[in-house]
């Protein structure tokens, strides 16, 4: 398999307690490449253990049963703890396998799964033996590796996922709510090897538009992880709708971000997709999709070899996230010891307050602030007239207390609004500078001749260039041409290694 040169990831997504979010700073392990010939290895057993009881490893079927200690047996000899959780569907006995890796924050979880089971008319060794075996390897290189993730690790293959996600369901339904609040994201791998295959991610930010809307809080971001190693080789990809077809229907039915990549059933390629991905235009991904004929013989080698990988960049990157350290942060609920610097502005001056609401053909200093009931604010009253309290005159300027700046890389975030009237022009800013050692000025947002509404938006830039420096923040905005309403907010200022 293709190895890969992302070994340290300046901006990757981690699992945080309350959702999936986007940490800036954050780093991880490099991720493995997964051998081929040893996802592979587990295809022909679970293709030997169907021929070896009627062609199938169906629910309630001996060859299921077989699959499970299986996969057991490797996990156990792995160092994994590692569960056989029994369930009753349709007057038969199904099986999860669920294998806990030692260490990590047991309040931070990552699940991952595949189904294990197949249809009854044939051994389902692309469906979905194929992201069985998949995850499985995965698993064992974690042991390999000896790997020491921040978050908890845990991997399940899931029963009777052909008669309704029988298995899934189940394991979801009677977790106990404190348990299922610990599980953060779950990615789901089912069908990765598709003779005629696609390279489909789950659409967790519904990009396409269509179909069944985006997932939980959390899913666009495992998205974008999946997809940043289909780029790191080359691989366009498209979306796939959570349509509940498999096995992440009962996680983001309680509202677990969810993810994952997929190469096709029995829908049509289309000629541009066979354009993107080569194969066969007007033929199904696969054509033994549920049929006797899904046996070793029905994998694409390559699209196995891609997804493989997929599963353990998306683990590694994940699951070995060192989360960022904030370093100082200001929501201006308490004074922290901003002063306002000398500047030319008459009027709007920056000030620390409860912000009043104006409107001036739409919203322009906003009476709400992006968390408690203060911001730093040109001129927080609103007066009888929009352009009361508004920035007149020149520059107004706040600087923050002094802050000693880690090395490494450091981030700067904070949410923002520039608002102003059509009688504003490119000379009228809100700009924000580092003071140290060195000044720079690392944000700059122009006005200009048209009417800009109050909206708040979260900006996070890269100050770095300062880093091992003691710093002040410098939050600046001015009406610095004629005469014009311009109103700003600042909140939240927050620095992160």
């Not at 066969?280 to 549920?290: E, K, L, N, W």
Request: aromatic fraction near 8%.
């Amino acid at each position: 398999m293709r190895s890969r040169l992302l070994a340290v990831l300046a901006t990757l997504t981690v699992v945080l307690a309350g959702g999936l979010h986007q940490a800036t700073g954050a780093t991880a392990l490099a991720p493995p490449d997964i051998p081929l010939a040893n996802v592979k290895a587990h295809l022909t057993q679970l293709q030997s253990i169907a021929t070896s009881n009627g062609g199938n490893r169906a629910h309630g079927r001996p060859g299921y049963l077989a699959s499970a200690n299986y996969v057991k047996g490797r996990l156990d000899a792995a160092g994994f703890t590692t569960t056989l959780q029994s369930f009753t569907y349709s007057g038969a006995t199904g099986y999860n396998v669920i294998a806990d890796w030692p260490g990590g924050d047991p309040n931070d979880i990552l699940m991952v799964g595949a189904h294990l089971d197949s249809v009854t008319a044939g051994p389902g060794i692309n469906d979905n033996g194929s992201g069985s075996a998949a995850i499985l390897e995965t698993a064992l290189e974690v042991s390999r590796q000896a790997l020491q993730p921040t978050k908890h690790l845990r991997f399940a293959w899931w029963g009777a996922e052909e008669l309704g996600l029988r298995g899934s369901q189940f394991y979801v339904t009677n977790l106990a709510a404190t348990e299922r609040a610990k599980i953060k994201a779950y990615l789901n791998f089912d069908m990765v090897g598709s003779p005629n295959a696609g390279y489909f991610v789950y659409d967790g930010d519904d990009s396409d538009g269509v179909g069944s809307g985006p997932g939980p809080a959390g899913s666009a971001a495992l998205e974008r992880t999946l997809q940043d190693y289909f780029t790191s080789v080359g691989v366009q990809t498209r979306g796939t709708d959570f349509d509940g077809r498999s096995d992440y229907g009962p996680f983001i039915s309680r509202g677990i971000a969810a993810g994952g990549t997929f190469t096709g059933a029995e829908g049509i390629k289309s000629s541009a997709q066979a354009q993107l991905w080569g194969g066969t235009a007007g033929q199904a991904f696969d054509v033994c999709y549920h049929r006797a004929c899904d046996t070793t013989s029905n994998i694409n080698d390559t699209a196995l070899n891609r997804h493989a990988d997929a599963v353990a960049y998306a683990v590694w990157t994940i699951a070995t996230a060192v989360p960022p350290v904030v370093v100082w942060e200001d929501t201006f609920e308490t004074d922290k010891g901003w002063t306002r610097l000398t500047g030319s502005a008459t009027t709007g001056l920056w000030e620390r307050g409860d912000p009043e609401a104006t409107t001036s053909s739409g919203a322009k200093q906003l009476g709400t602030t992006v968390s408690g009931v203060n911001d730093l604010v040109t001129g927080r009253l609103a007066g009888a007239a929009a352009g009361d309290h508004d920035i007149d005159g020149g520059t107004t300027a706040m600087q923050s207390p002094a802050v000693t700046l880690p090395s490494g890389t450091v981030r700067l975030s904070f949410a923002w609004y520039l608002a102003h009237g059509s009688n504003a022009s490119s000379a009228d800013y809100l700009r924000v500078r580092v003071v140290g050692t060195t000044t720079g000025t690392v944000f700059e947002q122009l006005a200009a001749v048209s009417n800009r509404n109050g909206a708040w938006t979260t900006s996070t830039v890269d100050i770095s260039a300062f880093a091992g420096q003691s710093v002040r923040i410098v939050v600046e905005a001015a009406d610095a041409a004629t005469a014009s309403l311009v109103e700003a907010g600042v909140d939240d200022v927050k620095i992160i290694r």
